[in-house]
């Protein structure tokens, strides 16, 4: 199995930053896209930005030039540095990454972590 665990959420006020970390672990086979999604309350969970083993990145147009998102392949683990943050990026931040397990080597999936809170006051 696979387990993501996400820290760095918080309280922080409108223009503020924060960095969020996710590292996974467990019987990893391999890891290839991962990637940030947030669900705020009563709304869908929706994504944030996305990052491929090669580096290629993709951002909600909300946060380009706000967000940055990156990876370290070695430690698998992915990072989201958010600046000027706004009350409207409130909501429960989720790690995501599709991998597989040393149990099911060839078989994909999109593994998920318990989630994060970040809170932006105005």
């Known amino acids: 199995q696979v387990q993501l665990v996400e820290s760095g959420g918080g309280l922080v006020q409108a223009g503020g930053s924060l960095r969020l970390f996710c590292a996974a672990s467990?019987?990893?086979?391999?890891?290839?896209?991962m990637g940030w999604y947030r669900q705020a309350p009563g709304k869908q969970r929706e994504l944030v930005a996305t990052i491929t083993t090669g580096g290629h990145t993709n951002y909600a147009d909300s946060v380009k030039g706000r967000f940055t998102i990156s990876r370290d392949n070695r430690k698998n683990t992915v990072y989201l540095q958010m600046n000027s943050l706004k009350p409207q990026d409130t909501g429960v931040y989720y790690c995501?990454?599709?991998?597989?397990?040393?149990?099911?080597?060839?078989?994909?999936?999109?593994?998920w972590g318990q989630g994060t809170q970040v809170t932006v006051s105005s």
């Open positions: 995501q990454a599709r991998g597989s397990s040393v149990a099911r080597p060839f078989d994909e999936y999109d593994y």
């Open positions: 467990g019987s990893i086979y391999g890891i290839n896209a």
